[in-house]
């Protein structure tokens, strides 16, 4: 088994999960690993690590749970993939199959391994009704194996694509967003950036609820405080913003973006959601773009709007039950799933 020890790793799993880590990549950033894991093959084409194809039959439609079945003959590899190092970045769209089957089973490997492990979950366009299932499952099973999880809507990353873009831009809009929203948080501290560093995201995100994170962008006269009302908007429309307990604002604009302005950002967030007790990191990065980003990613929450998506948690509520039976529903639900 290989060892090689690094600080940051980040894998992708899955079609989106591997595009924004390869994005992800092209930034500066405190991840100096890249492991990628799919069974599709095509979605290595922009890799910076080591790729893992879980062989799958082509001939029928996978779920869940047999992507995990298959992906245990790749099992050694993913472990030793995982194995090495402080911290383990696990980033998958949740809905399909691969994302939704291996972004826990992995977690928790690397969780196993010993390194403080954080989810990165994109949660399925409200209109991917089918997938919404194995999404709810998946996260709150992400939950269970990692020490965080940071929750990213697919919804909220559209705000800036035009009505009429096609799947694949929006897809490409989505995945820039994100890249940007994750990269601010991960990224070097240099010239242009100024960034919370890795211990203040690891104090925001490792708790016990989930972690969401907001974006969105102004060009306005008023671009800190418009931009970050955005972002807190796309919190609420997945949690009691006010139930957030911490929180890191992230700005990223031009030079003519001042100290001023961002310390008014970061004073103004406890009004905004009404919970002045928040306790607030933030930083900044500069770009030459004039319109100012703000990405918020906000923690503590003990309930989202995901939780609807999760019939085993709809029916048991909050009660804990063991992994077996977990399993039993979680499979026995996914197998009722009607096919297209
Ligand atoms: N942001 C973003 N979302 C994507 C992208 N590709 C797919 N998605 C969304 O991510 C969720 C999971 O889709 P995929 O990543 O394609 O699924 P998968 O993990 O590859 O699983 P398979 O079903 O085996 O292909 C769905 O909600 C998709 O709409 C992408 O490039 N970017
Ligand atoms: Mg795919």
Same mark, same amino acid.
């Given at each position: 088994m290989h060892e090689q020890f690094s600080e940051v790793t980040a894998v992708g799993i899955g079609s989106a999960g591997s595009r924004i880590v390869s994005l992800l990549g092209?930034?500066?950033?405190?991840? !100096?690993r890249f492991v990628y894991l799919s069974? !599709?093959?095509? !979605?290595?084409?922009?890799?910076l690590g080591e790729n893992i194809l879980v062989e799958s039959p082509v001939d029928q439609k996978l779920t869940p749970s047999m992507v995990r079945g298959l992906a245990g003959r790749s099992s050694e590899r993913i472990r030793a993939a995982v194995s090495g190092s402080k911290v383990v970045f696990v980033i998958a769209g949740l809905g399909g199959a691969t994302g939704s089957g291996l972004a826990p089973l992995v977690a928790g490997m690397a969780q196993e391994a010993g390194a403080i492990t954080v989810g990165v979950a994109v949660m399925p366009f409200d209109y991917e009704k089918k997938l919404k299932f194995y999404a709810g499952v998946s996260l709150r099973r992400l939950r269970q194996a990692a020490r965080g999880v940071i929750v990213v809507d697919n919804d909220t990353l559209l705000? +800036?694509?035009? !009505?009429? $873009?096609t799947l694949t831009r929006l897809y490409e809009s989505a995945n820039g967003e994100a890249a940007k929203a994750l990269g601010a948080l991960l990224s070097r501290p240099s010239d242009a950036s100024l960034p919370p560093g890795l211990n203040k995201l690891l104090g925001t995100v490792l708790q016990d609820g989930y972690s969401l994170l907001g974006v969105a962008s102004s060009g306005s006269a008023d671009k800190a405080e418009e931009a970050l009302a955005g972002a807190v908007v796309s919190i609420s429309k997945l949690a009691? $913003?006010?139930?957030?307990?911490r929180a890191i604002v992230m700005l990223s604009g031009?030079?003519?973006? +001042?100290g001023n302005e961002v310390g008014m950002a970061v004073r103004r967030l406890g009004s905004m959601i009404s919970n002045q007790t928040v306790d607030i990191e933030y930083g900044a990065t500069y770009s030459g773009s004039s319109q100012l980003q703000v990405s918020l990613l906000a923690s503590g929450f003990? +309930?989202?709007? &995901?939780?609807? &998506?999760d019939p085993v948690r709809k029916v048991l509520g909050d009660r804990t039950i063991d992994d077996e039976t977990d399993s039993f529903l979680s499979e026995g639900l996914e197998s009722l799933q009607p096919c297209d």
């Open positions: 092209k930034q500066s950033l405190l991840v !100096d069974c !599709d093959k095509e !979605d290595f084409t922009g890799s705000n +800036s694509s035009p !009505d009429n $873009a009691e $913003a006010k139930e957030a307990n031009n030079g003519t973006l +001042s003990r +309930s989202t709007k &995901y939780d609807d &998506y």
